[in-house]
C-alpha cells in the first residue's frame, strides 16, 4: 500500500454520517482503500484497470478488514450510494467502488487556500513539510519507465521455471489477451521476461501490434499461411515490423472514418424520431381539438380534416355515448352503410309498436 494522506473535510460533520458510527467508519475505510492515481491491478488471473477514487470491493473482505458483519457492510454501501459518495460496478466475482467527486475533494498540491492551514503548517517541523511536498511530486512527476520486475501476490511459472510476477506478470497478461492466439503461453513467458527495459510506452506498442496480428490471423489462415505463436513474435520482435505498422495506422484510420459515420447515421436518426414525434403531437393535438367541437362546429369541418380521420373521430363519439349529439347528415356523410350504428331510441319504439 502507497504511503499518503486522504483529506477529510469539515463539511462532512454536517452530513450526518457521524451520527452511524458504523457507516462514518466504513466512509473512512472506503477513502483509504481507494487509488489516487491510475494503475492496474490484478484480481486472480484478471488485470483490472482502476482510475483514481476507485478500489476493489469484496463484502468478505471488507468484513474481514473492519470487523462488521456482511450485512452491515451492504446496509453502508447501500446508504452511500443513496446520498450520492459512491457508486458500484459489480462483477460476479467482485465489485468496483468509485468515489463521486474524488478529484475535487482529494486533490493533491502542497499549497493551501486557508489562513488557518497554513498557520498550523507554518508550526510543523521543516523536515516534515518538505517531505510532504517531495513526496507529492514524486507522485506526479511522469515516469516513462516503470519497475516491472516488483513482487507480487501472483506468481506465474514460465517453461524454464522462471517467476513471472508483479507488473510484469500484469503487462504480460494483457499481452496474452490481445495477441488472441492461446496456445504456448509459459513459452510466451520466457519470451516476455527475455525483452529488456521494458517500459510502459513500449507495452502499449506491443499490445496494439498484437492485436493488429490477430485481426489478420484469419486473413493469413485463408491464404495458406501459418501464423507465429507467441513465443516465436516475441522473440522476432515482430511488433516493430513496419507493415504492422502501416497495417495499424490504416486500421485506426478506417475507424476513426467508421466511426464519424456512425455519429452522422445516429444524429440523422434522431432527427428523423424528433419529426415523427413532431407529428404524432401535432397529429393528436388535431384529434383532441375535434372531439371538443360541438355539432354547429362538426358542419364546418369539411376540407378542413380528413374524411378518414374525422369518420374515426365520429366513431368515438357513438362508443362514449354521445349519438345524440351528432346529426343524421354527418352520419349520412361519413360512416358508410354497414358501419352505422342502431339508434336504440328509435329501435326500442318500434319493438313496442
Known amino acids: 500500500m502507497d504511503q499518503g494522506y486522504i483529506k477529510l473535510w469539515r463539511k462532512s460533520l454536517d452530513s450526518g454520517l457521524m451520527q452511524n458510527p458504523n457507516l462514518w467508519f466504513f466512509w473512512c475505510w472506503c477513502l483509504l482503500k481507494a487509488s489516487h492515481k491510475r494503475h492496474k491491478q490484478m484480481v486472480g488471473m484478471q488485470v483490472v484497470e482502476l482510475q483514481p477514487g476507485q478500489f476493489i470491493f469484496g463484502r468478505k473482505a471488507a468484513s474481514k478488514d473492519l470487523g462488521i458483519s456482511e450485512r452491515k457492510i451492504r446496509t453502508c454501501v447501500e446508504k452511500l450510494k443513496k446520498l450520492q459518495n459512491l457508486t458500484t460496478k459489480p ?39 518538505k517531505q510532504e511536498c517531495k513526496n507529492v511530486r514524486i507522485n506526479k512527476k511522469p515516469s516513462s519507465k516503470s519497475n516491472f520486475e516488483g513482487d507480487g501476490s501472483e506468481v506465474y511459472k514460465t517453461k ?3 517467476n513471472l510476477t508483479g507488473k510484469r506478470l500484469i503487462s504480460f497478461l494483457e499481452f496474452w489477451e490481445a495477441f488472441g492466439y492461446k496456445s504456448g503461453k509459459a513459452e510466451a513467458a520466457d519470451a516476455w521476461l527475455d525483452i529488456p527495459e521494458l517500459t510502459d510506452a513500449l507495452v502499449d506498442r506491443i499490445c496494439n501490434a498484437a492485436k493488429n496480428e490477430n485481426q489478420n490471423r484469419a486473413q493469413l489462415k485463408s491464404q495458406g499461411k501459418t501464423p507465429k505463436m ?31 459515420r456512425r455519429v452522422a447515421e445516429d444524429a440523422a436518426l434522431a432527427q428523423n424520431q424528433a419529426e415523427q414525434a413532431e407529428r404524432s403531437k401535432a397529429v393528436k393535438a388535431k384529434q383532441k381539438a375535434v372531439e371538443a367541437l360541438t355539432d354547429d362546429q362538426l358542419a364546418d369541418l369539411d376540407g378542413f380534416i380528413d374524411k378518414q380521420d374525422l369518420s374515426k373521430m365520429l366513431r368515438q363519439r357513438f362508443n362514449r355515448g354521445h349519438r345524440g349529439m351528432l346529426r343524421q347528415q354527418f352520419i349520412d356523410d361519413f360512416l358508410p352503410e354497414g358501419a352505422r350504428p342502431l339508434d336504440r331510441g328509435k329501435r326500442l319504439s318500434s319493438e313496442q309498436g
Do not use: F, M
Open 91 to 129: 462483477t460476479n466475482r467482485y465489485s468496483i467502488i468509485s468515489i463521486v467527486n474524488w478529484d475535487t475533494y482529494q486533490q493533491t498540491d502542497c499549497k493551501s487556500g486557508q489562513q488557518s492551514d497554513q498557520q498550523v503548517t507554518s508550526k510543523r517541523p521543516a523536515s516534515d513539510h
Open 160 to 162: 524454464k521455471k522462471r
Open 230 to 260: 507467441a513465443q516465436g513474435w516475441l522473440t522476432g520482435r515482430r511488433w516493430e515490423d513496419e507493415a504492422c505498422q502501416a497495417v495499424g495506422e490504416a486500421r485506426a484510420q478506417a475507424e476513426g472514418k467508421a466511426q464519424t
